[in-house]
């Protein structure tokens, strides 16, 4: 389960998100400064990773683009989702952070969580999950 979604950079691990600093977090960051070290840098993607994490939103075409309605964040489509999944073993990724309801269209094994919603707001969410042969 993750808040958001995807990432703009490919081959993302479930070892790198394992690896993100929660508390090293700008919701609005700062233009980093080029890394000297290699520490510097690997901080850097791990930041870049949980924003995206926490902002990043699906669109039904393939690829992935900066988000600019959130301004932050990228916008991922099925490719990215199967390739992330694959990558990693993973059979779905939930994605907690808004429902869009039925008449939006979501990329395939990427579902949302659902809940009651009262002035747009997300109340709480509940997910079911039954295994059923592939």
Same mark, same amino acid.
Not at 74 to 89: H, K, M, R, S, T
């Given at each position: 389960?993750?808040?958001?979604?995807?990432?703009?950079?490919?081959?993302?691990? =479930?070892?790198?998100?394992?690896?993100?600093?929660? =508390?090293?977090?700008?919701p609005a960051p700062p233009p980093d400064d080029a890394p000297t070290t290699a520490a510097e840098a690997r901080a850097q993607d791990l930041r870049q990773l949980m924003r995206d994490a926490l902002w990043s939103d699906p669109k039904d075409s393939p690829?992935?683009?900066?988000?600019?309605?959130?301004?932050?964040?990228? @916008?991922?489509?099925?490719?990215?989702?199967?390739?992330?999944?694959?990558?990693?073993? @993973? =059979?779905?990724?939930?994605?907690?952070h808004e429902w869009y309801g039925a008449a939006t269209s979501c990329p395939p094994r990427v579902c949302f969580c659902r809940g009651p919603k009262v002035q747009n707001a997300l109340l709480g969410a509940s997910l079911s999950l039954s295994l059923s042969p592939l």
């Open positions: 389960m993750i808040h958001g979604g995807l990432f703009g950079r490919p081959g993302v691990t =479930l070892a790198d998100l394992e690896a993100i600093d929660r =508390l090293d977090y700008s690829g992935s683009e900066f988000n600019s309605v959130r301004r932050q964040g990228q @916008l991922f489509g099925p490719d990215v989702a199967a390739e992330f999944l694959e990558a990693n073993g @993973l =059979l779905m990724l939930v994605r907690s």
